[in-house]
């Protein structure tokens, strides 16, 4: 077990960058994952939301930067443009004391603007798999000096139905450029993926047994029937003190409907999906990052990685689909031994479900 960032070999001027961003000790992700960057291995690590990850790759990617060097050397894939603008905002933390350009490479966006910053060639490029693949073909995003591609939540990419592109990025790059990936699960599309493109990877794994749901009370309330669950919500928020919330819902047609009737009733609520331009997702973002807005509204979306620090409430307005997303989604509220609670809304046609979730996270 790595105790220190001093014992990873990393350059002075990322230290500085680690220790003013606020991390004090690798978590067990980091002093695994960065050694075998280091070392420039093809890498397969597999780890949850809320265990470190992102920190991870971002000091892994920066600690392997030729700065003397005006190229594109590394590109780092996301499934969602929250998780590409976060990911980007981390790096740009960490790399506060290094000379390191980095971009975001987003769909939804101005391509034109995208184009142009290019032709700097920044160090790192940080994006989705559409625009990134089509800035390569369209030759604006040179790959020839490119010696890392990260793929994050990959696992989440390739269910989004983004292989296509994945592979297409992959071809275009040099066969020894280093493929760092990192997941959640490992379906077989990951496995794929893995044996078709990388050499012999080492892998990493963090157990689910010690992820983080210990400092977050969860409960449930059992609704009885669908309906009686927006009553209960706003009962809810008569009775307790709450200073920032997160409210999942599982279909855009409820969530909008939901939206609609909290704003009249006089809530201080924005909602967020997947249809929602780019620009107006990152606002409505910010705003509830700077506490404008008390509760946000969203599909599974927003389950991943988003990381608020005073969240201290996650209601499931509907149960997660499948159970593996429970922990992306109220992982939220407690990141890194914060105290959280999750409140889970249970019809009686839920119970059986609601039952699977507690035993699955003991």
Known sequence: MTESFDDLNLTDNLLRGIYSYGFENPSPIQGKAIPIMNEKKDLIAQAQSGTGKTGAFSIGVLNNIDVSSNTTQVVIINPTHELANQNFNVIKELSNYLDINILSVIGGTDVRKCQ?????????????P???????QKRYLVTENIKMIILDEADEILSYGFKDSIYGIIQYVPKESQI?????????????????F????????????NLTLEGILQF??????????????????DTINVSQCIIYINSKNKLTEINDRLKHDGFPVECIHGELNSDYRKSIMEDFKSGKIRI?????LLARGIDIQQLSLVINYDLPRNKETYIHRIGRSGRYGRKGVSINFVTDRDMEHQNEISSFYN
């Open 116 to 128: 142009s910053d290019l032709s700097k060639n920044p160090h790192i490029v940080v994006g989705t």
């Open 130 to 136: 559409g625009r990134i693949l089509d800035m390569i």
């Open 180 to 196: 760092c990936i990192f997941s959640a699960t490992m379906p077989d599309d990951v496995l794929d993926l893995t044996e078709k």
């Open 198 to 209: 990388m050499v012999n990877p080492e892998r990493v794994l963090v157990d689910r047994e």
């Open 220 to 237: 449930y309330i059992n609704v009885k029937i669908n309906d009686w669950k927006y009553e209960t919500l706003k009962d809810i928020y």
């Open 296 to 300: 946000l509204l969203s599909t599974d």
